[in-house]
Nanobody
């Protein structure tokens, strides 16, 4: 069984930065792509970004390109999301997810989900 635990959320002012972390635990080896999603109040969950198992490849939704960066640390078994130049519309609960399928993650499908961490950007 795999568990994903997010941390790092909080309250930040417009233009500020936050770094989210997702730590993976489980008996199976982590050789899968991982992704971040977010869900704002009253809205559907949306894809934020995905990173390959090696960390060499990433893809982001247009609204965060140039501001958000994903990275993974094999030693820590974690995936981070560095968020810069935050905007009020970035306010949401952010979820970490894992799937064996890159395209599945792009479509919003994952085998494992974290519990989420709240990010609030105040203007």
């Amino acid at each position: 069984q795999v568990q994903l635990v997010e941390s790092g959320g909080g309250l930040v002012q417009v233009g500020g930065s936050l770094r989210l972390s997702c730590v993976r635990s489980g008996r199976t080896l982590n050789n899968s792509p991982m992704a971040w999603f977010r869900q704002a109040p009253g809205k559907e969950r949306e894809f934020v970004g995905v990173i390959s198992s090696s960390g060499a490849n990433t893809k982001y939704t247009d609204s965060v390109k140039g501001r958000f960066t994903m990275s993974r640390d094999s030693a820590k078994n974690s995936v981070d999301l560095q968020m810069n130049s935050l905007k009020p519309e970035d306010t949401a609960v952010y979820y970490c997810a894992e799937s064996s399928s890159w395209t599945g993650l792009l479509a919003g499908s994952a085998q494992y989900w974290g519990q989420g961490t709240q990010v609030t950007v105040s203007s």
